[in-house]
């Protein structure tokens, strides 16, 4: 069976610093990944996903995450973070063949001033 | 506007009511999913209908259904209402039966309230 495990529930950090959102899976067959992320009070937004070739993929808003097979993990990063980063960010595997997409319990990014 | 429209996006009710949650997909998309968003429990898969058919079920209980109709778009019926039924219900969308290749699309969700 598919799972997913987003070690940190809550993350504070400063604004224009680093942040790492961490994301493991298990799986005992190929996977596709996600991650989403949940402003206040709206619904989940695609941020970027992992389906096939590249490990590294990244978003357009700065964000990028790398699939580590051997580690079973897909980190999110982001080099600065801004106030507007605020939110919660999910991650999510769905194994091939499975039929739906299993979320972790998300991680709320805190940005302060 | 990610193209997955829900409705009503707020709903408040009484226990032991009967709602509908209406979901109209992306165009073009076959796949509809429906998920329960609640504190305590995360986000939960309940079901997810592909082109009519019901194509996988996860932890939707015997007092909620739900269909998908020949435009594709999507009802989830809940009745005898709990109060712990109140939670956030998102829709979600996909070209095929899978996330290939463009990963599911939410719609922004309906907030059901149950007092």
């Known amino acids: 069976a598919q799972s997913v495990t987003q070690l940190d529930s809550q993350v504070p950090v400063f604004e224009e610093a680093p942040v790492e959102l961490r994301c493991n899976y298990s799986?005992?067959?190929?996977?596709?990944l996600f991650w989403y992320v949940q402003y206040p009070n709206q619904g989940l937004q695609l941020l970027l996903k992992?389906?096939?070739?590249?490990?590294l993929v990244e978003s357009i808003n700065g964000f990028e995450a790398e699939f580590n097979k051997s580690q079973t993990s897909f980190h999110l990063r982001k080099p600065s973070v801004h106030i507007s980063d605020t939110a919660e960010y999910f991650c999510?595997?769905?194994?091939?063949?499975?039929?739906?997409?299993?979320f972790g319990q998300g991680t709320r990014l805190t940005i302060n001033p | 506007d990610s193209g997955v429209t829900q409705t009503p996006k707020h709903l408040i009710t009484a226990t032991g009511q009967r709602v509908t949650l209406r979901c109209s997909p992306r165009?073009?998309?076959?796949?509809v999913y429906w998920y329960q968003q609640s504190l305590d429990q995360g986000l939960q898969f309940l079901i997810q209908?592909?082109?009519?058919?019901?194509?996988a079920k996860g932890n939707i209980l015997e007092r909620f259904s739900a269909q998908q109709f020949p435009d594709l778009h999507s009802e989830l019926n809940l009745s005898s209402l709990e109060l712990g039924d109140s939670a956030l219900y998102f829709c979600?969308?996909?070209?095929?039966?899978?996330?290939?290749?463009?990963?599911?699309?939410f719609g922004s969700g309906t907030r059901l309230t149950v007092v």
């Open positions: 999510a595997v769905i194994s091939q063949g499975a039929q739906k997409l299993v």
């Open positions: 209908y592909y082109n009519g058919e019901e194509r």
């Open positions: 165009s073009g998309d076959l796949s």
């Open positions: 979600a969308s996909s070209v095929g039966k899978g996330p290939e290749p463009y990963g599911y699309t």
């Open positions: 992992y389906l096939s070739g590249s490990t």
């Open positions: 799986s005992s067959v190929s996977v596709y």
